[in-house]
């Protein structure tokens, strides 16, 4: 047995039991003691009653002789002899009218309370505080001359009882001993030494090995000991085999756990950490030591509240669900992942989880890129529609500048819009170009203009709430640039600048030229010593954080809510940045605002601004069938091909045209159709016209189509094809160079 586990000899087992037994026996001889003490008590008692009852037989007829003679020497005589018995302890005598003649002793007087009489003042009244007494009458020839009682005490009878009492108590005390030293000799050989054996063995017994001993009780008959000596040793044994079972159990579970491709974790009811498999350190990072070092080791993992869903759910529920987490790793970045967890009778919660942030991330663009090849297939088609009303809008300016006089103070308002129509006809041809994946044609442009013809547009769409500040130098350099993508990352950024001021602030805009050496090329993106045009966006918003500046021209990420950005802004902005042989860096403090500076290479070469000196516009007498489905066009283009001289047919439905051109094909010069109409595309019905007659020009003019091009267009023979809207001028030329 163990130090540790020693048990003093009065926690024995057989001290125990041996305890137990003599308390029922002492109780069992206390009881039959009292009894015994009390029977012998009653039996002391009637015998002194006996007593008294000879003593008044005795001196009874003395008594009467001195009373009746009132020989008052004689009866106090009689009495102090009397008092000389040892069951005596006072005499009382009284005449017949009850008045006390003579009294020796303790007696009870007429109240009741016990006396001392005649100078037995060492009488304790305590001691004799439980009398009883023996009355009798004296008479003379049947005449009651007086009564005398005679008093004893309890006092006296315990006093007998004593000596008897002390005898059994001594022979019980003897017993006792006695049986206790047979009872402790018979149990340390008969139990406590098997008792002991069993108890080193137990404690010798180790649950991490399966070679544990069997006992051997030294007993020589076939008892209970023995039985349990058997029954302890097939224990040993099965225990053994368990063992053997839990142990390779446990290394296959241990292997599984270690390299299956999926984490597993464990942890008890303090979040301790106690399974921390391969997958999850290499998932997130943490070691299961690092984690445990943690007053939270979850609470370092699992963001606040998805800990405290993931506690709630294994605390009421824990139904092997997979549930999305998006914990964080030790480098700081945040995964997407699922975890389902089950709790163990035990209080442990065993979690298991994937790792799906490289799938989220393949979903989430794979979302995106349906959405761009979405918005690619649309903005195809409503190009044709949009380049519709943007042809309206263009030719009824158009008309109504050539009917106001060049001093109208309306002019200028009618030459900006016909500026917005073609900014919206290059941004409509930007749209076909993304939605057919083809890049911009770049031609050299000044860039002040441009970005000063940004800045105004830019005054209309912004809130005024928001004070725009102008910084751009009239800087007269070039740069290798398309005007609409520019105007369109100008758009961009102070779009976002706008929305991280919540529509109230300072934006501020500047342009200037900067000379760049190899010292301020440092971290610009491997750009070129040279000479760069500094294009600065500069907003009073909330800022971006630190740890996510560098992903913000990622594809499909935003630091907007979910549902208010696609992500797609500042990525669209660094593409076309990069496209121009330039690079955009920001700078930004949350809670101050965010500066993003672009930088675009200044070319040699000088744009050749040549004098604004209208070209005439040529028409002529020819007759034109002119065919579209949309009435206001059908009504515009005719008011301009006969301002141009022509001679005019619309018509608004391609299948009636066809018709009058079969009933007289040689009535008509040339044929202007659109494109996409109802019943006959335009294709369609160039074909069917040159069948008719081979040699008519066809014009094909169309907001968008991927199918007539300049090669195809040819085998069809077809003369020109022309992308709405069209400018007067432009349609003019076009005419003129199919029939000339």
Known sequence: MSQSNKLSFRNLITVQILKITFAIYFLVTLTVTLIHMQAEYSHIKQQIQLELQSKQATFAPILNQALWRLDRRQWESTIDGMMKSTILVGVKLLDENHNKLYSRGVIRNSNGDIVSENNLDNVNATEYASLFDHHFDLQYSGQLIGDVT???????????????????????????????????????????????????SIEQFNVESQNNSTITIQSKRKNELKLLEV????????????????????????????????????????????????EAQKRLGFTMEELNQSKDPLGLVFPEEELKQMLNKNKHKSDGTFREYHPQSKDGKVKTQEWAHFSLPDGRTIGIGRDISSQCEIEEKLRQAQKMEAIGAFSGGIAHDFNNIIAIILGNI????????????????????????????????????????????????????????SFHLLRAAIPRTVNIVDHIQNINE?????????????????SNAVQAMNNTGLLEIALKKTQLDKDDIKGLNALKPGTYAKLSISDTGCGIEQNMIHRIFEPFFTTKPKGKGTGMGLSVVYGIVGAHQGTITV??????????????????????????LETPIVGGSERILFIDDEEMLVRLGERILK??????????????????????????????????????????????????????????????????????????????????????????????????
């Open 150 to 200: 005679l008093y004893s005490s309890n006092a006296i009878v315990f006093q007998k009882v004593k000596v008897g009492f002390a005898f059994i108590i001594l022979n019980a005390i003897i017993k006792t001993i006695a049986l206790w030293f047979l009872f402790v000799w018979v149990g340390f050989r008969l139990l406590n030494r098997p008792l002991k054996l069993l108890i080193g």
């Open 231 to 278: 029954a302890f040793n097939a224990l040993i044994v099965r225990l053994n085999l368990a063992i053997a079972r839990k142990q390779k159990s446990e290394e296959t579970f241990r292997a599984i756990v270690k390299h299956v491709p999926v984490m597993i974790i464990s942890f008890d009811e303090d979040a301790q950490c106690k399974i921390w498999n391969k």
């Open 398 to 453: 158009e008309i109504v500048l050539d009917e106001i006089p060049q001093s109208s103070s309306l002019k200028e308002f009618l030459e900006e819009a016909k500026t917005a129509c073609h900014r919206g006809k290059e941004l409509v041809r930007q749209i076909l170009a993304f939605s057919r994946k083809t890049q911009p044609e770049k031609e050299p442009i000044n860039i002040f203009p441009l970005i000063k013809e």
């Open 478 to 494: 070039t740069v290798m640039a398309n005007p609409t993508q520019i105007n369109q990352v100008v758009l961009n950024l102070c």
């Open 587 to 612: 700078y930004s403090q949350p809670g101050k605002g965010t500066t993003f500076n672009i930088y675009l290479p200044i070319i040699e070469r000088q744009v050749q601004l040549t004098q604004n």
């Open 643 to 740: 301002s141009l001289g022509y001679t005019v047919m619309c018509e608004t439905q391609p299948k009636k045209a066809l018709e009058k051109f079969r009933l007289d094909a040689m009535a008509f010069d040339l044929v202007i159709t659109d494109m996409t109409m109802p019943e006959i595309s335009g294709d369609q019905l160039a074909a069917e016209l040159i069948k008719i007659r081979s040699d008519i020009p066809v014009i094909i003019c169309s907001g968008y189509s991927e199918i007539i091009n300049g090669s195809n267009s040819q085998e069809l023979g077809v003369k020109k094809c022309l992308m709405k809207p069209l400018s007067k001028k432009e349609l003019a030329a076009a005419i003129r160079e199919v029939l000339d």
